[in-house]
């Protein structure tokens, strides 16, 4: 089915609008605070097929659901541990999912056929006013083409689902710009599986036993299960070739003017701007900057036409971790460290 996509205003009567539309067993782009998602009714197993169709996304990878209470967790979950308890009290509403053992009400179909979901409340007002119409959790994965950078802007949305749904509701451009940490937890201790806003020096705060998985800086091999988006496929990429490159300024300029070709690009740092004498552009100073912007400068390399990125690396703590682990899996893991 080919779709007339309207792009919403956040006003009361289309919240509304889209939350009918939902219950319906339709799909709808929302925004959040890290990421803008494709929205579907998480217990409707007929919707949440409509967003693994749309984005073109692997059956195996799990959704999260997005809930506007933290009473709502016990809904959709259960022998969630205390420490769970604490996570929430600590980061909801917040860019934090966690991963719990799931009750039937979601079907296998949303959980990426595990027996276990991946939970969030966002702190985005327009996303929890659209949830609460609802009256249900709403699977949301980001609402791009699956592989392709993530939307941080209605129009990014409406780019990529233009015609595959019928609506995304404007909420503004996404404050974090970068998808949830996602944590799982065994016995009394938390494991990041994927990197986010909050890192694992916040989680530090709560608990001192925090691992980061093998995941998040490695390859997964075809076999081995995924228990949160983006482990396993390569995502957030551009048309251009990605390359990473780690080391000083001076090094990475050399090394894009040695190996400088036809509409190839630096991504480098604002601070410096000067000290560069090919095309690039930049993402920002600090971590933070950088999560904002990477997605929207991944997907203006593909409107300017790039075909090679060479990458200027971030920091790989805080914040930083989360950029980096977007930037391999765009960059296919490929690596040159100066």
Known sequence: MIYDTQILSDNDDNIIKAAKTLNDGEIVGIPTETVYGLAA????EEAVKKIFIAKGRPQDNPLIIHIADISDIEKYAYDIPPLAYKMAEEFWPG??????????IIPLTTSGG??????RFPSHKTAQKIIKACGVALAAPSANL????????AMHVFDDMKGKIPAIVDGGRCSVGV?????SFENDTV????????????????????ITDKGVLNKITDSEIIRSPG???????????VIILEGSIEKFCDYVNEHYAEKTYGMIFDKDKEKCSFPYLTYGNTSEEHASLIFDRLREFDKIGAQTV??????KNGVGLAVYNRLLRAAGFEVIIL
Do not use: C, F, Q, W
């Open 191 to 210: 494991r990041i599986l994927r990197p986010g806003y909050i890192s694992e020096e916040d989680i530090k705060k709560i608990t001192e036993n925090v």
């Open 114 to 119: 595990l027996d276990t979901v991946g939970i």
């Open 41 to 44: 009714d998480a217990t409707n």
């Open 95 to 104: 860019p934090l999912t966690m991963v719990l053992p799931k009750k039937d």
């Open 310 to 315: 060479y990458v200027h690396s971030p920091e």
């Open 146 to 153: 699956s592989g392709k950078p993530s939307p941080t802007s």
């Open 179 to 183: 998808e949830s940490t996602v944590v």
């Open 231 to 241: 482990m396993k496929y390569k995502h957030y990429s551009p048309k251009a070739n």
